[in-house]
Structures are given as C-alpha cells and as structure tokens.
C-alpha cells in the first residue's frame, strides 16, 4: 500500500470511529448508510490511438457509503462523504482501425496486412473508495426562478485500484496487443440535488472524474509489424481528458440515523 492510500484509509477509520458520536453529542447532524448506484462512467477507446470513436460503459456500479451531516438546517446542510463503490468493464466491442498493419515475412500472420477492424476484449474491474465533501442549499434551486438549478456541490478524491486487462484482437482471433489501466488517486466534482427527510437520505448528481491511465503490455510484432507496436506502445499514459462536463451519475439511497 502506498503513502496515499495508508493515509486515505486512516482518515476514514478516525471519521469513522470518532466523527459520528462527536456529531451526536454536539447536536449538528446526524449521519446516513446509503445505497450507491452509478451509470456512465465510460472508458474511451480513442485512448488506444488506433482511431476508435467508441466508448464502454460499467452497466452495473454499485457501492455503500456513509453520509456525516454538519450544520444540518434541513434544507442546508453539509455532508462528508466515504465509502466505497465498484465499476466493471466486461465484454468485446468491434471497430476500424487507422493504422496500417504490416506483418513479417514468415509469420503466418499475413492475412492481417489487409485488416481494417479489431476486436477490444475487455475484463476490467476499479475498486473506488472515496471521500469528499458537500454543501446542499436548497435555497440556491428555489431563487432560480424556474431553471432548476442545483442544490448541491461538492468535491472529493477516489482510491481507485485497478484489476484485469483489455486485449486486441484481430476478428480472427489473433491477440494483436494487451494493456490494463493503472491505480491510482482520481479528483472529481459533483453537482445535483440532495435531500435529507425524516429517516431518508437521497442524492442525485452529475460527477466529472479524472480518467486512469493506460498501460500497454505487449504487442505481437510479428503480426502487426514495428510502426504499428510503436503506436501502440505510445499509447502508454494516455487518459482521456475527457470533453464532456460530466463523465457519469450518482445515486445515493440511505437511512438516517
């Protein structure tokens, strides 16, 4: 474990173990064990240089966090939030490619030189714990005269670790390259609603995380030729600085306690 995640863990143990019962003996909140359900959080294949467009989402990310209210009025309020959620990339997805495969004389592997479609076979599975702050007001969205606008903003840090591979295939099979995601601190901020009524916490938002990075592990040189390896080695510490405002969604249903 590194210096970051040692210390991450010891924060939450304390927040843990002494800001709840601080929190009721001095009567400013209460606390919440919530639900976590995410949706987007997509994975960009541009990031593999090979003129890929497509995007993969997690279909199922899920987790269970604690909510600490400070300062809590009802409609405002602050909340430090922890706990931790998982993400899973699994599946093929098919597209063109923009880069010329040359196979070396001999190989076997011929055939490829006249490809223009790969395979990304990915098996991917991010551990995200987190933690981070919000303030709702409630009195932001009522003086928006109509727009909506959000009750809630915040910012925190996710842990995240990373495990499993993708791997590029030709569509006859051949593994053409592999590559996994590195570990590693990710920031992101938020903005939605949030809400917090007789025994019930619930939480909307639209979150914008920094991207993990690429790694490539191998490439089948003898299939795809020396300039198409390079490219694909080049790909190494790519991270999609991703151009929409939020790259996916958050949902937190809890109880209040």
């Known amino acids: 474990m590194d210096f970051f ?19 009721q003996a001095e009567g400013k909140g209460s606390f919440s064990i919530n639900y976590i359900r995410e949706v987007a959080n997509e994975l960009y294949l541009s990031d593999f240089q090979l003129g890929s467009a497509e995007r993969i989402r997690d279909p199922d990310g899920n987790g269970v966090g604690v909510s600490m209210f400070l300062a809590n009025q009802g409609s405002s309020f602050w909340a430090l ?5 998982t993400t899973k990339y699994q599946g093929k997805v098919e597209d063109g490619v923009n880069v010329s495969f040359v196979p070396q004389p001999g190989s076997g592997f011929e055939a490829l030189s006249s490809s223009s479609n790969v395979v990304y076979e990915m098996d991917l599975e991010f551990a995200n714990p987190y ?20 009750s809630t903003y915040g910012i925190g840090r996710i842990q995240q ?11 006859s099979g051949v593994e053409l390259a592999r590559a996994k995601y590195r570990s590693g601190l990710h920031d992101y ?27 490539v592990l191998s490439c089948n040189e003898a ?9 694909f080695y080049a790909a190494t510490g790519n991270r999609d600085a991703a151009t929409q405002i939020f790259t996916g969604g958050v949902m937190q249903i809890g109880i209040l306690f």
């Not at 040692?6 to 927040?15: N, S």
């Not at 299939?223 to 490219?231: E, N, P, T, V, W």
Request: glycine content about 10%; aromatic content about 14%.
């Open 189 to 215: 901020y938020q903005l939605g609603w949030a809400v917090n009524f007789d025994f019930v916490y619930l939480s909307l938002t639209l979150r914008h995380v920094t991207s993990p990075v690429l790694e």
């Open 223 to 231: 299939a795809i030729g020396k300039q198409a390896c390079d490219r």
């Open 5 to 23: 995640g040692a210390k991450f863990i010891f924060f939450l143990g304390c927040a843990l173990l002494f800001g709840v019962p601080l929190l």
């Open 81 to 85: 939030e922890f706990g931790r959620s």
């Open 161 to 171: 670790k990373a495990k499993g591979e993708v791997r590029i295939l030709s569509l």
């Open 131 to 150: 933690i981070g702050l919000n303030y709702t007001n409630w009195a932001i969205t009522r003086a928006s005269h109509g727009w909506l606008l959000p």
